[in-house]
Structures are given as C-alpha cells and as structure tokens.
C-alpha cells in the first residue's frame, strides 16, 4: 500500500468532493478494489471518510475535516511529503499512518502554499513500480496485521513468538528476542537473538506472529547500523565465496557492485579502467556475473574462471560464426 497514493486519494476529495469508487480507480490508475481497501486504511488511520450508497453515491470526506500541525514551514513540509513517498514505511506496515502524518503537513501548511504543496504529488515521482527498461522493483507483502504484532513486541521489548518460513523449509513457531526493524531495498528484516544467538529475518517470510507478555532479553540500548554491519560480515562470510580480480569499464561499475556480495578493494588503472577485488555467493554466481557484462569486464583471476569464461566465448563464436539454413523470417 503506496502512503503516497492514500494522500492522493484524500486530496481528491478535498478538492473535488464526493467521488465514486471508480472515478477515484480512474484517477490513481488502480482497480476499484484497490480504492475500496485504501478507504479502509484511511478510516483505520483516523481519516473521516465515508460511503454514500445509491446511484449518485460515492466516497467523501466530513465536511470541514482539518488536521492540525503547527511549526512547519514550507520548506520543511515539502520535504517531509518526499520522504513520506519512499517505500521503507510499507515494509513495517506503517503505509496508511504514514498516510495520515503527510496529510497533517499538507494541513500545516499556510493557505497560499497548500496547492503548491499538494502539487508535489505531480510534480516529484519518488521509487516508481518500474525503471525505464519496463522491469519492476521487487516488493515484498507482508500482512498488516502480522507485521503490526512484530512492530508492537519490538517497541515494548516483549518476547515475540513468530511462525517462520525459512527457504526451503516448513514454515515453524519459534521465539524470539527482537532487537529492532531494518528496510533494505524495500525488503523488511527482523534483528533478534535465540537462546542467545544472533538471528535475522525477513518479515515477508513471518507467516504470523504473537507479542508474548515475558520480557525480552536484550540490551537497554542498541546500534542497530553497526549490528546490521556485523551480521552482514558474517553473511558474507559464509558458503564456498569466490574472490575475483578483474578490469572493468567505469560505465558498468553499478551493474557489477549490485551483484556482488562485497567489495574488498577498488582502484582505478592508467587506461581508466577500474581493478576491482570482489566476492561472489559461489562459483555459478562469478561466472553468471562476468558473463553479462560481456566485454566490459575482464576477469584477471582465479584462472578457472577465466578459462570457463572462455570456453563459453568460443562455443558462442562457433554457434554464429556459420549462417544457418534457416531462411530469414
């Protein structure tokens, strides 16, 4: 649920009035359902919105509905309606109170400055659904309610009971000691221990949850930046990594740096081209990674890699080196 949709959608009945579950579809460009479970998110935030049944009936708001706000200035409120469009809100479940709070400064705002305000909606487009090339970002759905019982245990440091579907395993009950909540890449993880051990898991694999009464055991105060840094240590630590040397053309560097597992140095040649150290999963993950970036990329070592990206070179040259028979389409 996109927090910034639910403001658009606020917007709309503010400006135009009551308006129907399918010109309200038509306007966002979501289905009719999707408007339907919005207006339950929104009154679940505290937002007074109501049905009118019949033929000319709809969705509106109560008349003079206000939030207040105050000691906000434009500048500030606009950047806080940018930051209330990134994503991270969605993965801990916080999409319709995130809703509501960027309502409340658009509310903040002086009158002469609130369409400006509300225009930012169409002006400024914050993590779209799909990049240029049509691919569309992952996101991963986690229950609102099952999320919400994860969110409650962390805050009040109470032991949580979860149901937890490993990969490739039967999904099972365990208990936990949560230790707090992190966002990456739209992806939603839970930092805790386990008879003391360190645990992480992804909320879109908790199929449910329960806030136990017990305390958690834990300590009173938490870098959660640097613990996530240690855990991702000792992730990529793990399993038969590959550490790779090679040359590789600047304009790629991206395209490599979101596949690899880590980085353990860069610098840049005489001929501008970067030599990178990197770790990747295993050895299927290496070869896989080099071979898309064809001839931007150039593996210097392990020799076993070199020489199986190679062999795959020369069979791709025999297979169109000849024409085929096959007569043009």
Do not use: C
Not at 189 to 218: F, K, N, V, W
Request: net charge neutral.
């Amino acid at each position: 649920m996109r927090a910034d949709r639910l403001v658009s959608l606020v917007l709309l009945l503010r400006r135009r009035g009551r308006l129907s579950a399918a010109t309200l579809a038509r306007e966002l460009e979501v289905s009719t359902r999707t408007v339907l479970r919005d207006m339950e998110a929104l009154s679940a935030a505290g937002v007074p919105v109501y049905a009118v049944r019949g033929r000319h009936g709809g969705f509106a708001l109560l008349p003079g509905f206000r939030t207040e706000l105050t000691g906000l200035n434009h500048d500030e409120a606009l950047a806080l309606l940018v930051a209330g469009s990134r994503r991270g809100a969605q993965a801990f479940g916080l999409g319709s109170a995130l809703a509501s709070a960027v309502l409340k400064v658009v509310d903040a705002l002086p009158e002469g400055q609130r369409d400006t305000a509300a225009g930012v909606a169409e002006r400024l487009l914050i993590d779209p659904e799909t990049d240029l090339l049509s691919r569309r970002v992952a996101t991963e759905e986690v229950p609102d309610a099952v999320v919400a019982e994860v969110r409650r245990a962390v805050f009040a440091g109470h032991k949580l009971r979860i149901r937890y579907a490993a990969a490739d395993r039967a999904p099972q009950w365990r208990t936990v000691d949560p230790i707090g909540l992190v966002t990456v890449r739209e992806q939603g993880y839970l930092l805790a221990t386990r008879s003391g051990a360190d645990r992480t898991y992804r909320l879109s694999r908790i199929t449910a949850a329960e806030e136990l009464d017990a305390p958690a055991q834990r300590p009173d105060r938490v870098d959660l930046d640097r613990a996530w840094r240690e855990r991702g240590t000792r992730f990529r630590a793990d399993g038969d990594q590959v550490t790779v040397r090679l040359l590789l053309a600047p304009a790629r560097r991206e395209d490599l740096l979101g596949t690899v597992l880590a980085v353990h140095s860069e610098e840049t040649d005489a001929d501008g081209r970067l030599r990178l150290e990197v770790a990747f999963q295993d050895a299927r993950h290496a070869e896989w990674a080099l071979w898309q970036l064809a001839t931007d990329a150039e593996a210097l070592t392990p020799r076993w890699l070199r020489d199986s990206l190679h062999t795959r070179a020369t069979m791709l040259a025999a297979r169109y080196g000849a024409l085929s028979d096959t007569p043009n389409p």
